[in-house]
């Protein structure tokens, strides 16, 4: 007997075929839409930096709004002070380091490079052109940061580009504070209902991820930035607070950001202090072991593991389908991704709700102020 074109078997596999061309739809989607989902994703961790103190006041019987307008003044007003204190000699040290130590420090390091005595010692040197190196290097920087804004403007310049997301970010994440359950309960009712509070559970998991991530990354760049300066101080490094500030700011992408600081204070130990380059790598490079192998692990144990491994493979992954941003962003996306996979795949789909110990009680504090 013939099966009619309604029956179950036509009807599964129509199913399964819209359902794989959805997915497919969805997933080309989500690509030519990339960059803005990035800037989102800053947009989320600058809320969430700024909702801390604002949960802290509404917790203490604050409204909402009045909490929000005394947080954004709050740290608009202290890194407005921390500019006007800092920045002066902060922006003559960069401008002595930039303009004057780091391209006499190349320059002697190209010199060293190209001496007779020590290419005849290490033939291989005599084929490496150091010169078109740095320059490849220096364009590859200036590439990636003008990349930042590319990605979701590519009608302006780089520059342009790089300044309107800024502010992008910014709008974005005013708008994120104004009413963040508005904005998550948009998106949960997107869903399905029956699935919906399962939903929000899954939200305050991330959020206190993130939240998490975020407290243990701005400690763990504090140390970077104070230890490495105070240590270059001490080899007689004159832009020690400058490479300090540098170091401390790259220290937010790892892996990657330690080898960027270590060429301009590299650059300026070769000019200053020659017979301390080796200690200058020994700094830079033992200020980001312990800032990645004790200090971040111990912050951020309570809220998420990710295996360095993972990270490093997070980075590559996201540099090269979303460039300079995906790698700074690689952290928090690959920690939301573990965060999803336990939840619903893991949990929800394979129904193992005991393939995760619970967590312990600075997660739990985190969570006690989401509700």
């Known amino acids: 007997m013939s099966q009619l074109p309604g029956s179950s078997p036509y009807v599964a596999t129509t199913r399964w075929v ?112 150091l010169q078109d190196t740095i320059n490849a290097l220096g364009s590859q920087l200036a590439s990636a940061v003008s990349q930042i804004g590319a990605s979701v403007l590519p009608v302006l310049g780089g520059v342009a580009n790089t300044l309107l997301s800024i502010l992008i970010v910014v709008f974005l994440s005013m708008y994120f504070l104004s009413d963040p359950n508005m904005h998550q309960e948009g998106l949960v009712r997107l869903l399905p209902v029956w699935y919906r509070e399962r939903a929000r559970g899954i939200i305050r998991e991330i959020d206190a991820t993130l939240r998490g991530w975020l407290r243990a990354t701005l400690a763990s760049m504090i140390f970077a930035g104070i230890a490495t300066g105070v240590l270059l101080a001490l080899l007689g490094i004159e832009q020690a607070i400058a490479l300090g500030v540098l170091a401390g700011i790259l220290s937010f992408i790892p892996n990657f950001g330690p080898i960027i600081a270590l060429i301009p204070s590299i650059a300026a130990g070769i000019v200053e202090t020659p017979d301390n380059v080796l200690w200058i790598i020994v700094i830079i490079y033992g200020v980001s072991f312990v800032q990645s192998q004790i200090i971040t692990p111990i912050l951020v144990s309570d809220t998420i593991k990710i295996p360095p491994v993972l990270i490093l493979l997070g980075q590559i992954i996201a540099g090269v389908f979303f460039g300079f941003l995906g790698i700074m962003l690689a952290v928090p996306m690959t920690a939301i991704l573990t965060v999803l996979v336990k939840e619903i795949y893991v949990k929800d789909i394979l129904g193992d709700s005991e393939a995760f110990a619970p967590t312990t009680t600075f997660r739990d504090e985190i969570l006690a102020d989401e509700a």
């Open 18 to 129: 819209l359902l794989a061309l959805a997915v497919v739809i969805f997933l080309a989607a989500l690509w030519f839409i990339r960059g803005i989902l990035l800037l989102i994703l800053a947009a989320i961790i600058l809320v969430i930096l700024f909702t801390t103190p604002v949960r802290s006041l509404v917790k203490r019987g604050v409204p909402h709004g009045w909490a929000t307008l005394i947080s954004v003044v709050l740290v608009v007003t202290v890194v407005a002070v921390l500019i006007a204190i800092v920045l002066p000699s902060l922006t003559a040290q960069f401008g002595t380091l930039l303009g004057d130590t780091v391209p006499r420090g190349i320059d002697e390091l190209i010199t060293r490079f190209e001496d007779p005595q020590l290419q005849e010692q290490f033939a291989f040197l005599a084929d490496l052109n």
